[in-house]
């Protein structure tokens, strides 16, 4: 099948997920495909901390709505040192910013059903990309 579009995202971990959907609420279509299978994509573990930033632009994507129910917000962390413990407010040091407990398999899970809700072509276990042209004016992806 091919496809053509402005933009084609290689990765569909959530930096990925996150560019593509940004990308469509401007208006400019992608492709986004990924060598390992949704369930992978799904299931792999890193980050569970969002800064504020972050939750922010989640907001702007449209993507935020299941991480404000779930998430758990923070306005401050505690260090341990020596056997006392000490807190840092994020909230009054940063002028109301926090951090959120959300995981990075949340945040992936919600932007692929953001990307199915609408959709858009998205294709999971795509082994063999390969880019053509990339210095010229008509680029592919296969």
């Not at 495909?33 to 504020?52: D, N």
């Not at 923070?74 to 959120?100: M, N, P």
């Amino acid at each position: 099948m091919q496809h053509r579009t402005q933009v084609a995202v290689i990765g569909a971990g959530p930096a990925g997920l996150l560019l593509s959907q940004l990308l469509h609420r401007a208006g400019i279509d992608c492709i986004v495909l990924e060598r390992r299978s949704q369930s992978y994509v799904e299931a792999r573990i890193r980050a569970g901390v969002l800064e504020q930033g972050t939750v922010n632009l989640l907001d702007r994507a449209g993507v935020s709505e299941r991480l404000h129910r779930e998430g758990l917000p923070h306005h401050g962390v505690q260090l341990a040192l020596d056997g006392d413990l000490f807190r840092i407010d994020l909230h009054r040091l940063t002028g109301g910013w926090s951090v959120t407990v959300y995981g990075q398999t949340e945040v992936t899970q919600d932007l692929i059903r953001a990307h199915q809700a609408r959709s858009a072509p998205l294709f999971f276990e795509a082994e063999e990309v390969v880019l053509h042209d990339l210095t010229t004016d008509a680029p592919s992806v296969t």
